[in-house]
């Protein structure tokens, strides 16, 4: 079994708008909304072998934002593909990556993300696909499983869509139960 969590970099800022797209840094409410998810990922018990980053700069700050538990524990590669890499390129990313890695952590972009997010689902109807397929903000994640050994065994259609959550939908000051992230109290954001 293989754990895939996508993970949309936090908000980032348009205040410098001569800076180069893939040197946009996160704005503030970008550096509070990644300990956010990182906190949930920590009460989840999802903390990743293995994180897949964009070399843009508001994904490497949302990496570094998600907290300790990440540094520890995880492997963090950095692939300039990524920046703005298409479902085909993020497939591929996918497919090399080493075995021993069960849980691997993808932080990229729209529309990509999202694009390479819908075509894993599975043909099985799933609550979160509508939410997800509506908008996919920044800092949302979602959390698939596959029934392979393989990372490069994944393909189109083969990805049970576990959970889709906006860092909207989580309450800082709490743990957070799964059955709390659903389809019916998620909202969306801004894009950026």
Not at 19 to 45: C, I, S, T, W
Not at 110 to 135: H, I, W, Y
Not at 180 to 191: K, L, R
Request: charged share 25%.
């Amino acid at each position: 079994m293989k754990t895939l969590l996508l993970l949309r970099h936090a908000k980032s800022s348009w205040a410098d708008p001569a800076r180069a797209d893939h040197d946009r840094e996160l704005n503030h409410r970008g550096e509070k909304a990644a300990p956010v998810m990182g906190r949930f990922l920590h009460k989840q018990d999802l903390i990743p072998d293995l994180v897949w980053c964009s070399t843009a700069a508001r994904a490497v700050q949302t990496v570094g934002l998600l907290g300790r538990d990440f540094a520890d524990d995880a492997k963090v590669i950095y692939a300039r593909d990524l920046y703005m890499a298409g479902e085909t390129t993020l497939l591929k990313c996918l497919h090399q990556t080493h075995d021993d890695a069960d849980r691997v952590l993808m932080v990229g972009h729209n529309p990509g993300l999202e694009s390479f997010a819908l075509q894993l689902v599975g043909t099985d109807d799933n609550r979160f696909c509508n939410d997800m397929a509506v908008k996919y903000p920044t800092c949302a994640l979602c959390q698939f499983e596959f029934d392979v050994d393989d990372w490069a065994q994944i393909g189109w259609g083969q990805g049970r869509l576990i959970r889709f959550v906006k860092v909207r939908d989580l309450h800082v000051d709490q743990a957070v139960a799964p059955d709390n992230i659903s389809s019916e109290n998620a909202g969306g954001s801004a894009n950026t």
